[in-house]
């Protein structure tokens, strides 16, 4: 055939599916490739889109490819669009035989992007070339197949900047960010070299992302990359573990937590996109967001095996890390490259477009919530942006954040609280006529923030709308006020405190603005069971009883305050009440009898608390801050006319003690009766008007 008559053979295959995969240094032979004739040769190329191992991607249908003549030409000679395993393939015949034809992109399928070029070069940042992503293939000699994997395009050379693995390379299209407020993020860190002292910078940028979700149902974890991932300290070879794993952050002490997980990260050396992003694909873990945070290019890849020369940007670094964003996009997860400092500036936002998508953040449109990369001057703009993007989806709306404060915390004292579990429900109305809320029920899930969202809509012109938001009480728990308030609500953009009012006894209302996020702390006491004992010892001139062991005519009763509250009421010394809950208030009081002619109480006083020795009055009130909750009454009588102490009346098997003296004399009950004997108490016999009077104990006989 004779190229004039532009008669040519064309082999396509239209099969938008992922298929077979092909290794990256090899070159099989696919089924769907034709094999030349004897006046033709086969132009074929691997197109890739996901990575499936370190040296493995999986091949991309649908991807239209152009043969065209010269680099410059805009009309191709010949067409073709890959197959289910990713080759797209050019027979070729006539008097294109014998020249040496380029490859470029034409089309990429629905849900996937071209990246018509690529930066190369220095990667440092200077020297930058915006790569044109075309290959020309040698010259086509008949009966010949040339592969992008090994003929042409493929090259292992890292002297030339647009070395390729031979894959065509794809980027997925970025999802969306989540709709609601509050989201799982990984954050991956660039350790290399050129952070250099803006490492403290870097780490405050990171410090200001986490706890700009404070307030919202978040989660974080926590990547590093330098040459490799996790990076590896230069200075002291240390590796920085990795930290997949999602952490709250809905909280400060939350947010403090995760912050300190990278707090001791230092600098490495090189820059690999591709480790780090192979990390995040590979944990086994969903992020709703993966953001990356990097100073410079990439100058290797692989994540098992280092391939680049970690000085300059080939096309391979790049291909390899739209590869693994391919992965993660694929899992639903948004791809947000974060290009800090003049190492990424101008041009690279075709790299950092590539891994990510092709929305570039504009400053004056404030379109974070969109913006697929970012370029910023330096870490501290950074730091601001992040914390816009924290909150990219949480205006207007309000969140609540549901926190349980341990047991042994009494009253407003909130020490120690900690986000709630799963089923804690809220329910939310909008109360500005016109205005709504969705839902109208939220209810905590186990994912350890605690936190439920809603989103508020306003009438139109309505510049705020007033909710009101009630939780469901659990039992065994009670609702922990601040100053009074149910709820404490901040303007989450700058933690200003937002005014709240009550709402019935579980409920608020606050007032949220249109383009306000508020974020609501409420907490709930676990109700620990505790018990309350009231004993009572008597001191009688001197000799101390417990009580029901004091001498007959004196005696005491006992008025406590019921579980529950109320009024108090008769209770026995000694028993063990139950049904109380520490925090619960206790009070009790007594009334004393004595019928004893000539004793007098002298004191009743408080003596004891929870195993604390102390001396208060009576009537006594008190919180219950342990389970088992003790106190002891000590009254002291004094006795002009020395008492008799009652059968069984003693403190112990030793019979009543004066204090500070040896024992007395008294009646004691020993138990096994053999009848009653006098035994003299004192060396003379007292006269008592016209009798004798004798101290009479009861012995054993």
């Given amino acids: 055939m004779g190229i004039g008559a532009r008669t040519l053979s064309v082999v396509v295959a239209a099969v938008v599916a992922l298929g077979a995969t092909v290794a990256i240094s090899a070159s099989p032979a696919g089924a769907a490739v034709p094999a030349p004739g004897p006046a033709s040769a086969v132009v074929t190329v691997k197109v890739g889109g996901d990575?499936?191992?370190?040296?493995?991607?999986?091949?991309?249908?649908?991807?239209?490819?152009?043969?065209?003549?010269?680099?410059?030409?805009?009309?191709?000679?010949?067409?073709?669009?890959?197959?289910?395993?990713?080759?797209?393939?050019?027979?070729?015949?006539?008097?294109?035989?014998?020249?040496?034809?380029?490859?470029?992109?034409?089309?990429?399928?629905?849900?996937w992007f071209a990246n018509d070029a690529l930066r190369t070069g220095p990667g440092s940042g200077s020297g930058s070339v915006a790569s044109p992503y075309e290959f020309q293939t040698p010259t086509l000699v008949a009966s010949n197949t040339y592969r992008s994997t090994s003929e042409f395009m493929f090259s292992a050379s890292n002297s030339q900047p647009t070395r390729s693995n031979g894959v065509w390379q794809q980027s997925r299209t970025n999802p969306p960010l989540p709709a609601n407020c509050g989201m799982d993020v990984a954050l991956v860190l660039d350790l290399s070299a050129s952070v250099g002292s803006n490492l403290p910078t870097l780490k405050t940028a990171a410090d200001s992302f986490?706890?700009?979700?404070?307030?919202?149902?978040?989660?974080?974890?926590?990547?590093?990359?330098?040459?490799?991932?996790?990076?590896?300290?230069?200075?002291?070879?240390?590796?920085?573990?990795?930290?997949?794993?999602?952490?709250?952050?809905?909280?400060?002490?939350?947010?403090?937590?995760?912050?300190?997980?990278?707090?001791?990260?230092?600098?490495?050396?090189?820059?690999?996109?591709?480790?780090?992003?192979?990390?995040?694909?590979?944990?086994?873990?969903?992020?709703?967001?993966?953001?990356?945070?990097?100073?410079?290019?990439?100058?290797?890849?692989?994540g098992t095996t280092l391939h680049g020369n970690g000085s300059s940007?080939?096309?391979?670094?790049?291909?390899?890390?739209?590869?693994?964003?391919?992965?993660?996009?694929?899992?639903?997860?948004?791809?947000?490259?974060?290009g800090v400092g003049s190492g990424v500036s101008g041009i690279t936002s075709l790299n950092l477009a590539a891994i990510s998508g092709q929305e570039a953040f504009d400053a004056a449109t404030g379109n974070v919530a969109t913006a697929d990369y970012f370029q910023i001057p330096d870490f501290s703009g950074a730091g601001d942006e992040l914390r816009k993007l924290a909150l990219a989806n949480c205006t207007p709306a309000l969140t609540v954040i549901k926190q349980i404060v341990p047991g042994t915390t009494i009253g407003e004292d909130i020490s120690g609280a900690a986000p709630a579990g799963a089923g804690w429900t809220f329910d939310a109305a909008a109360l500005t006529p016109g205005a709504t809320v969705t839902p109208g029920t939220a209810t905590t899930q186990a994912d350890g923030t605690g936190g439920v969202a809603f989103r508020a809509e306003l009438p139109d012109g309505g510049a705020e709308a007033v909710l009101s938001v009630a939780e469901t009480q659990h039992s065994g728990y009670s609702l922990v006020t601040q100053g009074g308030i149910n709820a404490v609500c901040t303007d989450l953009a700058d933690g200003a405190p937002v005014t709240v009012t009550n709402d019935g006894g579980l409920g608020f209302r606050v007032a949220v603005g249109a383009d306000q996020a508020v974020g609501c702390m409420v907490y709930n006491r676990q109700l620990d069971p505790a018990t309350v004992e009231v004993d009572k010892n008597w001191v009688v001139d001197g000799v101390t009883y417990a009580n029901g062991s004091q001498p007959s005519g004196i005696s005491a009763a006992l008025r406590l305050s019921?579980?529950?509250?109320?009024?108090?009421?008769?209770?026995?010394?000694?028993?063990?009440?139950?049904?109380?809950?520490?925090?619960?208030?206790?009070s009790f009081s007594e009334t004393t009898a004595l019928t004893l002619a000539g004793c007098t109480l002298t004191s009743a006083r408080v003596t004891e608390a929870d195993g604390t020795t102390v001396d208060a009055a009576l009537p006594y009130a008190a919180t219950l801050t342990v389970a088992a909750s003790h106190y002891t009454v000590t009254n002291v009588v004094d006795c002009t006319t020395p008492p008799v102490t009652p059968p069984g009346g003693s403190t112990g098997s030793e019979g009543a003690t004066a204090s500070g003296g040896s024992p007395t004399e008294t009646l004691s009950d020993t138990g096994s009766d053999t009848g009653w004997m006098l035994v003299p108490v004192f060396a003379a016999v007292l006269l008592v008007g016209a009798g004798i009077a004798l101290r009479l104990t009861r012995v054993r006989g």
């Fill in 210 to 302: 986490a706890d700009a979700f404070v307030g919202t149902p978040s989660r974080m974890a926590a990547y590093s990359f330098s040459a490799e991932s996790p990076s590896t300290q230069a200075a002291t070879g240390t590796v920085d573990t990795n930290r997949p794993a999602l952490q709250s952050v809905s909280t400060q002490a939350g947010a403090d937590a995760f912050k300190a997980e990278y707090a001791g990260w230092g600098l490495g050396a090189g820059t690999n996109w591709d480790a780090a992003l192979q990390r995040v694909a590979d944990s086994g873990v969903h992020y709703d967001a993966v953001v990356v945070l990097t100073d410079g290019n990439p100058t290797r890849w692989g």
């Fill in 51 to 111: 990575r499936v191992d370190d040296t493995t991607i999986a091949g991309l249908a649908g991807v239209e490819l152009g043969l065209y003549a010269n680099q410059a030409d805009t009309t191709p000679l010949l067409t073709c669009t890959s197959d289910a395993d990713g080759d797209c393939s050019f027979v070729v015949t006539g008097g294109v035989l014998g020249t040496a034809p380029w490859v470029k992109e034409i089309a990429a399928p629905a849900g």
């Fill in 313 to 338: 940007t080939h096309f391979t670094d790049t291909e390899a890390a739209i590869f693994s964003a391919n992965v993660l996009k694929a899992q639903g997860t948004r791809v947000i490259s974060f």
């Fill in 562 to 586: 019921p579980p529950g509250g109320g009024s108090p009421v008769d209770q026995a010394f000694g028993a063990v009440v139950p049904g109380y809950e520490i925090g619960d208030p206790v």
